[in-house]
């Protein structure tokens, strides 16, 4: 997965051009949203603990996965999926 300003120079450069308007107006766009994006991940970060509790409810609790004989039986399978899933939050951020 490539970030905006990533795509943006890619395709400039695969063709063998420089930057034109309208690829410098959508790296524009992009910085200009920044702080939308900062404050995004902030509100994500701060409620980490509630999200991923929720998702852990929805999906694990009442799954086959979780009773005896299932994959994540043992507390120590369980913890670590729930460790995975505050990693995947993160990276998502």
């Known amino acids: 997965m490539q970030d905006a300003i990533t795509n943006v120079i890619n395709q400039s450069d ?3 051009l420089y930057l034109d308007v309208s690829s410098m107006g959508r790296l524009e766009q992009y910085f200009a949203s920044g702080e939308l994006r900062v404050r995004a991940a902030a509100t994500i970060s701060a409620n980490s603990a509630a ?3 929720e998702a852990v409810a929805k ?3 009442y799954s086959d996965i979780t009773r005896p004989g299932g994959n994540m039986y043992t507390t120590r ?3 670590a999926c729930i460790r995975d899933l505050d990693y995947y939050l993160r990276y998502a951020t």
């Open 14 to 16: 695969v063709q063998g």
């Open 51 to 53: 999200i991923i509790k």
């Open 59 to 61: 999906s694990l609790l």
């Open 77 to 79: 399978r369980y913890a």
